[in-house]
């Protein structure tokens, strides 16, 4: 459970979709049950909504996790992520991580300048402020999730296809890779879906059993929405389905019986 929200976002980069329609916008909101078999340990949400940020038009996406019930007495979680992503040019304007897990704590806001290609880091925990560089189109941890959508296309992607793209986190520049598994029909809560199969390379060690423990299913539409996350960890496997959705760009396709 201590990585409840990350492995949403982490694999939420993995969604692809043509620059010619937008495939989110205002009010759009995911929710997942994180469960253990049939044993829930947690749930988690991401909600978009329109603002503005140092007077630029942006999207606000706040995503949040928790843990409940029994979970909840052994290891407490309650993570909170936020971005500010630029409505026309897809990238992130600020970052904000405030997580509390099993004591675990953080406070973190980045402020990104894509002029200067520059990071501030207020950790505000510690009271300590950095800034450090970053490549071109450099992504957060969940503007990434809603800039593949919009930005990469899946027509042409092929079995064994690996993207790659530029992210920086907490204090550090990361080159985040995934590959594409194939095609599949998935039994979901809303019917059987089309989907997508992905696999992104993740650190093995403290958390994941290896570099290749993480395998998510996208719907294979405009939408391109995370209906299922499968982690194999280090002290168990993990899934993260998706059990509710409100506010999406297109269509939601079932496959009809």
Same mark, same amino acid.
């Given at each position: 459970?201590?990585?409840?929200?990350?492995?949403?976002?982490?694999?939420?980069?993995?969604?692809?979709?043509?620059?010619?329609?937008?495939?989110?916008?205002?009010?759009?909101?995911?929710?997942?049950?994180?469960?253990?078999?049939?044993?829930?340990?947690?749930?988690?949400?991401?909600?978009?909504?329109?603002?503005?940020?140092?007077?630029?038009?942006?999207?606000?996406?706040?995503?949040?996790?928790?843990?409940?019930?029994?979970?909840?007495?052994?290891?407490?979680?309650? %993570?909170?992520?936020?971005?500010?992503?630029?409505?026309?040019?897809?990238?992130?304007?600020?970052?904000?991580?405030?997580?509390? !897990?099993?004591?675990?704590?953080? %406070?973190?806001?980045?402020?990104?300048?894509?002029?200067?290609?520059?990071?501030?880091?207020?950790?505000?925990?510690?009271?300590?402020?950095?800034?450090?560089?970053?490549?071109?189109?450099?992504?957060?941890? =969940?503007?990434?999730?809603?800039?593949?959508?919009?930005?990469?296309?899946?027509?042409?992607?092929?079995?064994?296809?690996?993207? !790659?793209?530029?992210?920086?986190?907490?204090?550090?520049?990361?080159?985040?890779?995934?590959?594409?598994?194939?095609?599949?029909?998935?039994?979901?809560?809303?019917?059987?879906?089309?989907?997508?199969?992905?696999?992104?390379?993740?650190?093995?060690?403290?958390?994941?059993?290896?570099?290749?423990?993480?395998?998510?299913? =996208?719907?294979?539409?405009?939408?391109?929405?995370?209906?299922?996350?499968?982690?194999?960890?280090?002290?168990?496997?993990?899934?993260?389905?998706?059990?509710?959705?409100?506010?999406?760009?297109?269509?939601?396709?079932?496959?009809?019986?």
């Amino acid at each position: 459970m201590k990585k409840l929200l990350t492995l949403l976002f982490l694999t939420g980069n993995i969604i692809f979709l043509s620059a010619q329609e937008r495939a989110y916008g205002n009010g759009e909101f995911f929710k997942f049950r994180v469960h253990y078999g049939f044993v829930t340990a947690g749930y988690a949400t991401l909600g978009v909504k329109s603002t503005s940020i140092n007077g630029k038009s942006v999207f606000h996406v706040r995503g949040y996790g928790e843990t409940v019930g029994v979970s909840k007495w052994f290891f407490k979680v309650n %993570d909170d992520y936020q971005s500010y992503i630029d409505k026309d040019n897809n990238v992130p304007y600020r970052f904000i991580r405030k997580i509390d !897990e099993g004591g675990y704590t953080k %406070d973190i806001q980045i402020d990104f300048n894509h002029s200067t290609n520059k990071a501030t880091v207020n950790d505000k925990k510690n009271n300590e402020t950095a800034v450090f560089s970053f490549p071109e189109e450099t992504q957060d941890m =969940i503007s990434a999730f809603y800039y593949l959508r919009n930005k990469l296309d899946t027509e042409n992607i092929k079995e064994g296809d690996v993207v !790659e793209m530029n992210m920086f986190f907490d204090k550090e520049n990361y080159k985040f890779r995934l590959k594409f598994l194939g095609k599949e029909i998935l039994d979901t809560n809303f019917g059987r879906v089309k989907t997508l199969i992905f696999r992104p390379y993740v650190q093995s060690g403290r958390v994941f059993k290896e570099k290749e423990s993480l395998t998510v299913w =996208i719907s294979d539409d405009k939408n391109k929405i995370p209906l299922l996350i499968k982690a194999d960890l280090a002290v168990g496997s993990l899934k993260a389905t998706l059990t509710e959705f409100k506010g999406l760009q297109h269509s939601f396709k079932v496959i009809a019986d």
